[in-house]
């Protein structure tokens, strides 16, 4: 158990609606960090915060946005979603601003239909 | 070009043998940094170990070590003796930049061990 908690685990919607993802990173992690995985793109980095500041954006659609909260948990929200955004999003922590030695949750996974 | 290129799709060993996962990348960033790794069948993501360009040893963690290349941009994990529990997917991926880091993965490397 890595200490980052990621609800829900798995989430079936379709074409067109809006998801909110939340994570939970470990107790006194500071940075939380999102990625996809997918079959067709392996896996991509899509943003990154540091204590509830937005510090880097990787390949992240406009129709996703994500936040971090000021008690550290975090949301990514995936609105009019396509089948293509069918993927498991991971959502890691560290205690570091240089990422090294993060620690990933669980994953959600997603399936649009 | 690919930041992170992993050449093996898949790679077999033997128990208690040891095993090197190839991984090389392209930055023209000084300051960066390189990491593996694991993601068994059931999905999660396991950090391994790291390597940050301007450390002089070569990491190691237990039974992983990374042998850093710096001037031919490689960053090889090497497992030693081998268990069955190292059956897995595993990434080597990459920060860059000092500062708004940005990461990247490979495609990943398959290893199985034989008993």
């Known amino acids: 158990d890595s200490g980052v908690t990621q609800t829900p685990k798995h989430l079936i919607t379709a074409t067109g609606q809006r998801v909110t993802l939340r994570c939970s990173p470990r107790?006194?992690?500071?940075?939380v960090y999102w990625y996809q995985q997918s079959l067709d793109q392996g896996l991509q980095f899509l943003i990154h915060?540091?204590?509830?500041?937005?510090?880097a954006k990787g390949n992240i659609l406009e129709r996703f946005s994500a936040q971090q909260f000021p008690d550290l948990h975090s949301e990514l929200n995936l609105s009019s979603l396509e089948l293509g955004d069918s993927a498991l999003y991971f959502c890691?922590?560290?205690?570091?601003?240089?990422?090294?030695?993060?620690?990933f949750g669980p994953g959600t996974r997603l399936t649009v239909t | 070009a690919q930041k992170i290129t992993q050449t093996q799709p898949g790679m077999f060993v033997q128990e208690k043998e040891a095993v090197t996962l190839d991984c090389t990348y392209d930055?023209?960033?000084?300051?960066?940094?390189l990491f593996w790794y694991k993601q068994p069948s059931s999905g999660e993501m396991i950090f391994l170990i790291y390597?940050?360009?301007?450390?002089?040893q070569n990491a190691t963690e237990g039974r992983y070590s990374l042998n850093f290349q710096k001037a031919r941009k490689s960053a090889n994990l090497v497992i030693s003796a081998s268990q069955l529990g190292d059956s897995a997917m595993y990434f080597c991926?990459?920060?860059?930049?000092?500062?708004?880091?940005?990461?990247?993965f490979g495609t990943g490397t398959s290893l199985t061990v034989i008993p």
């Open positions: 890691a922590s560290s205690d570091n601003l240089l990422g090294y030695e993060q620690y």
């Open positions: 991926a990459m920060r860059e930049g000092p500062t708004g880091n940005q990461f990247y």
């Open positions: 930055t023209s960033d000084q300051s960066y940094g």
């Open positions: 107790s006194g992690d500071l940075s």
């Open positions: 390597q940050g360009s301007y450390d002089e």
């Open positions: 915060y540091y204590n509830g500041e937005e510090r």
